[in-house]
């Protein structure tokens, strides 16, 4: 009995130091008594986004970078490792590295930095091969945590009617009582106090009534608007990729700081202003809190990826006009070098002998590299991103919040319920700004394996940064709303967000060619063939033969229509349980009046079935021993 006690305490004093080991648990915490659950379901969703960075940037760092690092050939060593001699002269300024050129762009940061050889150091390690398949694990992987997120949500919610007494059950299940510090308990009584408000706004919603004529007007005003922003983000976006190829072809000298940085301070400017003007738009529409969210959500979304498909298709053009432009220059090597040895073999005579040809690499002519210029042109558009947004909450959030504070006693006006008043957290913009940021991290780490850890340490930066500027510069919403069950809405548009991010990469991994000078697939004509490769060299004839049948299109097509049977299968059963469900719910809802009221049902016998019928199922459950003697005393 002793040792089952001591047992006992030792798992409850377990689980107490993994919840104090969950990372920034007190500051989401304080936030949520604060500000309530909808302010605290993006800290939340921002610490859930830096468990899954993490784990990229660790397959990404020990697979790829690492192993090149230790293994592979020093820099200086090969024109791919070598910056060119016309450029080293500011390769080191700190204008060339903040726009990731100089050394910066010949480092492990970047794809066109490692080598082709099929093995390197004294593990025979295969970088090719492991480069493309973390590439591949990354995007499996991301889609295995996004949709086991979302599953484990909806159980969670487990399908209950928490609207059944909901103020009753908060009023006596509300408050712990195992809290012994003040700090605490004050947290938890503004926690209190805010789900109150959440649910009293949430009973009122449902009784309010409504000028159906004049709200639809006023919603179809509000989408017509929409539709013009819209449109006009991404005419601007258009015009500046003109403007952005225009410059390409200009001297990088005589362009200033905005010329050379138009194209991504554009995007961030559009994204920074036209959530704004979506929330006025939405104050036409007058719809609950929580709907109201989804729907400006949504059109952020539709913004950013309308954005971001305009800067992909500009960049396909470019990466096309890189890879004629490399046609040209692989012809020109070979002229080069043929020039060059001949020369070289006339400057001694026919009986002399000199040493070997050998040219310095940062001489040698070399391809533009598209994969390197992909990858730049993401990690220069998640740095913009992030300074804009910091410099935006210190703008718009901290200066405001001073002025208001200090200006506030010598005012005409009062400032803090008046204009300007105090900023609110900006929910769906913050939301929008993590999932599109993290969007262009899943598309451009495959041609820049750095980009997980500089994610990182942005996802780690703004946890600070930004509970310091909710706690200090901003306000609570005037309009409070529930916003647990918005995660799975969440991780929905991050899942549409990875899907349409991973169509583009691996549309450039099966369709067009490496450059033939730089990173590790450079000699092939497709990334993907470094699969056949190692089929060829390092896997027995007999396995490599099976499973070329496994990959026969016939057999694959079965398999995806097995699949797809097996899904429409599943779901139609999912379904029929949720129907039995809301039935068995109806049931005891109306036994429960009946008992509440003293009337009973004249065949008590068909109670007695459905109650046992309802008791079986609960019961069919492990944690519930006891359920059974629970629900028959509802029927006395």
């Known amino acids: 009995m002793m040792m089952a006690k001591k047992w006992a305490k030792f798992l409850r004093d377990f689980e107490n130091f993994k919840a104090a080991c969950v990372p920034w648990e ?166 209190i106090t805010m789900n109150f408000k959440e649910a009293i706004t949430e009973e009122k919603a449902a009784q309010v009534e409504e000028n159906v004529h004049l709200i639809r007007f006023l919603r179809f005003l509000a989408n017509f608007f929409v539709f013009l922003t819209l449109g006009g983000s991404g005419y601007l976006i258009f015009w500046a990729v003109k403007r952005s190829q225009e410059f390409a072809q200009q001297d990088p000298d005589t362009l200033g700081w905005w010329e050379k940085n138009e194209m991504n301070m554009v995007m961030s400017l559009l994204g920074m202003f036209c959530p704004t003007l979506f ?8 719809y609950h809190p929580l709907i109201a969210l989804k729907w400006l959500l949504g059109r952020i979304f539709a913004l950013l990826l309308g954005n971001l498909y305009v800067f992909i298709l500009a960049l396909m053009d470019e990466i096309n006009n890189k890879i004629e432009e490399e046609k040209l220059v692989k012809a020109n090597i070979t002229l080069w070098e043929a020039n060059m040895i001949k020369a070289y073999n006339a400057s001694f005579s026919e ?29 220069r558009l998640t740095v913009s ?22 200006c506030n006693y010598c005012w005409c006006w009062d400032l803090e319920y008046g204009y300007p008043s105090y900023t609110e957290f900006d929910i769906s913009g913050n939301v929008l700004a993590l999932i599109f940021n993290q969007g262009m991290i899943w598309m451009g780490s495959f041609f820049a394996p750095s980009l997980p850890g500089i994610n990182i ?3 780690h930066t703004s946890m600070y940064f930004q509970c310091w500027a ?19 809405f969440y991780l929905g548009m991050l899942l549409l967000i990875l899907f349409l991010s991973t169509m583009p990469v691996l549309y450039m991994i099966v369709s067009l060619p490496p450059s033939f000078d730089c990173g590790p697939f450079s000699g092939k004509n497709r990334m993907f063939e470094v699969i056949g490769e190692t089929l060829e060299h390092d896997f027995p004839s007999w396995m490599a033969k099976i499973l070329r049948q496994l990959s026969n299109p016939g057999l694959v097509i079965a398999v995806i229509l097995v699949m797809v049977l097996a ?45 046992l019928f309802k008791s079986n199922a609960i019961c069919e459950r492990p944690e519930n021993k006891h359920c059974g003697t629970a629900i028959f005393l509802f029927y006395p």
């Not at 910056?83 to 050129?101: C, I, K, M, T």
């Not at 929330?279 to 007058?286: C, G, I, M, R, S």
Request: charged content about 20%; proline content about 5%; glycine content about 6%.
């Open 457 to 459: 340490l942005r996802l």
């Open 351 to 379: 009986n002399s002998t000199g040493p070997p040809f050998f040219v310095h690499p940062a001489d040698v002519p070399r391809g533009p590299c598209w994969e390197t210029m992909v990858g730049q042109e993401f990690v």
């Open 26 to 191: 007190n500051k989401i915490k304080a936030i949520e008594s604060q500000f309530g659950s909808s302010v605290a379901s993006y800290f939340l969703f921002l610490r859930w986004m830096y468990g899954v960075n993490m784990v990229l940037f660790i397959l990404t760092f020990s697979l790829i970078m690492l192993p090149e690092y230790l293994w592979g050939l020093p820099y200086g060593s090969l024109p791919r490792k070598t910056v060119p001699r016309a450029e080293e002269a500011s390769a080191a300024n700190f204008g060339v590295l903040y726009d990731f050129n100089g050394l910066a762009q010949y480092s492990v940061l970047f794809y066109g930095y490692y080598d082709n050889k099929r093995t390197i150091g004294w593990m025979n390690f295969r970088l090719p091969l492991s480069y493309f398949l973390v590439g591949i694990m990354c995007i499996g992987y991301s889609f295995l945590v996004v949709l086991k997120a979302m599953t484990k949500n909806i159980g969670d919610d487990g399908g209950g009617d928490d609207n059944t007494f909901n103020f009753s059950w908060k009023v006596f299940t509300s408050w712990d009582y195992l809290i012994g510090n003040p700090e605490t308990a004050d947290n938890k009584f503004n926690s």
């Open 567 to 611: 899904i429409y299968y599943l779901n139609a059963t999912a379904k029929g349980q949720k129907a039995a469900n809301l039935d068995l719910k109806k049931k005891m809802k109306m036994l429960q009046l009946l008992v509440a009221s003293n009337k009973y049902p004249e065949s008590p016998e068909k109670v007695h079935f459905a109650l």
């Open 470 to 488: 909710v706690m200090c510069c901003n306000v609570p919403e005037a309009r409070v709303f529930k916003a647990s069950r918005s995660n799975n």
């Open 279 to 286: 929330d006025l738009f939405a104050e036409l529409e007058d």
């Open 385 to 406: 991103d992030v300074l804009t947004t910091y410099v935006t909450i210190l703008i718009g959030d901290f200066l405001r919040a001073c002025f208001v504070r200090f």
